[in-house]
C-alpha cells in the first residue's frame, strides 16, 4: 500500500474546498466541556471566506472550550462543526491540519529549531512519512516570511527572538499550512502594547489578501480595531453576533465585564472615525478647573497696584529720590 491511499478521502476534500458555496465554517448546537461538565451550551454561528471574526468575552465564558471543540483537539458532547460544508469531526488528523491552521497564546519548542525549520513544520500535512521537504514546500515557506517581511529572521534561533517576533513566526507558519482557516486562542496575550498591534495588523492585513481568521481576545479594543465581525459569549452561550459598532457599546461591556467602561468615538488624524474602549477608574474623581480667569484678574490688579505705587513715589514733594531710583541695600549677608 502507497503512503497516499492512507487518505482515500483527500481528493474529494481537496474539491469541496475550491467548489463549495457552502460557509467557510458552521458550527451548530455545539455543546462541549470536560468530565461531564459541559461549559460550552449549544452554540451556533457561521462564518464565510475572507473574514475576521473575534470571539469576545470574560474569563471561563467558554471562548477556549468552544474553539477546542472546533479544531477537533476536543471531542464536543453534541452538535456539529462543518468547514466547507464538509463535517470536520471525520477528518483524519492531516485532513483537519489542511482545513485549520492554529496558533496558540505562546509556543516554545523542545529544541532552539532555526526560524526557517519553525515555519516549515506548516508543511506537515502535506508530507508523508516517506518522503522529504521538497523545494516547492521551502518556496511556499520562504513566501510566508516574506508576505509579512520577517524573511530576515529566517537564520536566527526561534527561541532567541522577542515574544512579537514568534508569534509573527507562528502567523508564518500558519499561512504555510495553507488551511481554509486561521485559528487564533488570543495570540497577543503576552506581548507589549507594540508587539499586539504589529501582529493584529499583519493578521489583518492577511485577511484583506483573502485570509480567514477566527480570534479569542479578552480586549473588546482589538475587536473594534481589527474584526469585521464580533461573537460575544456569556455562560457558554453566544448572546450578540454583529458588526465591532453594533456589538461593542458602553452597556454591553460593562454587562460583560462588569466594570466601569466607556466606549468612545475618535477622529483619527487622518479623519478616519473610529470607536475605543476605556476602562474607568471608579475610585478618583477628574475635575476641570479653570485658571485662567484668575490668573488674568491677579496679573491685571498686580499691574494696576505697581503702576499706582511707582507713580506716586516717583512724585516726591521734597523732590529726594524715588524708592525705585534709591541704592537697595543688601541684607542677605552675602559680601
Known amino acids: 500500500m502507497m503512503a497516499k491511499d492512507l487518505l482515500p478521502n483527500l481528493t474529494t476534500l481537496e474539491k469541496l474546498a475550491v467548489n463549495s458555496d457552502s460557509p467557510l465554517l458552521e458550527v451548530r448546537g455545539l455543546h462541549a466541556g470536560y468530565h461531564r461538565k459541559e461549559i460550552v451550551h449549544g452554540i451556533d454561528f457561521a462564518m464565510d471566506k475572507g473574514t475576521f471574526v473575534c470571539i469576545i468575552g470574560s474569563n471561563a465564558c467558554g471562548k477556549t472550550t468552544a474553539l477546542k471543540a472546533i479544531l477537533g483537539l476536543l471531542t464536543p ?8 460544508g464538509y463535517d470536520s469531526l471525520r ?6 491540519a489542511r482545513c485549520f491552521a492554529y496558533i496558540p497564546q505562546a509556543h516554545t519548542p523542545p529544541f532552539p529549531f532555526s526560524v526557517a525549520d519553525v515555519v516549515l513544520l ?15 514546500d521551502r518556496l511556499v515557506a520562504w513566501r510566508s ?5 520577517i524573511e530576515h529572521l529566517a537564520e536566527r534561533t526561534y527561541t532567541h527572538l522577542s515574544g512579537g517576533q514568534q508569534q509573527l513566526i507562528l ?7 495553507q488551511a481554509d482557516l486561521i485559528v487564533m486562542d488570543e495570540p497577543t496575550a503576552s506581548l507589549d502594547y507594540g508587539n499586539q498591534q504589529t501582529v493584529l495588523s499583519s493578521i489583518r492585513s492577511l485577511v484583506d489578501k483573502g485570509y480567514s481568521v477566527l480570534m479569542v481576545t479578552h480586549d473588546p479594543s482589538h475587536a473594534l480595531q481589527y474584526a469585521d465581525r464580533v461573537l460575544v459569549m456569556s455562560k457558554g452561550k453566544i448572546i450578540m453576533d454583529g458588526t465591532p459598532f453594533e456589538v461593542i457599546s458602553t452597556e454591553s461591556m460593562r454587562s460583560i465585564y462588569c466594570t466601569d467602561v466607556e466606549v468612545i468615538e ?3 488624524a487622518e479623519g478616519r472615525k473610529a470607536r475605543a474602549c476605556i476602562p474607568l477608574d471608579t475610585r478618583v474623581e477628574y475635575k476641570t478647573e479653570d485658571k485662567t480667569e484668575d490668573k488674568t484678574e491677579d496679573k491685571t490688579e498686580d499691574k494696576t497696584e505697581d503702576k499706582t505705587e511707582d507713580k506716586t513715589e516717583d512724585k516726591t514733594e521734597d523732590g529726594s529720590l524715588s524708592y525705585r531710583d534709591r541704592p537697595q541695600l543688601d541684607i542677605s549677608g552675602r559680601e
Open 122 to 136: 506548516g508543511r506537515t500535512p502535506y508530507i508523508n512519512r516517506l518522503s522529504q521537504v521538497s523545494d516547492n
Open 266 to 268: 475618535v477622529t483619527t
Open 91 to 96: 477528518l483524519t488528523e492531516r485532513q483537519r
Open 77 to 84: 458532547f453534541a452538535g456539529t462543526v462543518k468547514v466547507n
Open 171 to 177: 502567523v508564518a507558519r500558519a499561512m504555510t499550512q
Open 145 to 149: 516570511l516574506v508576505q509579512l517581511r
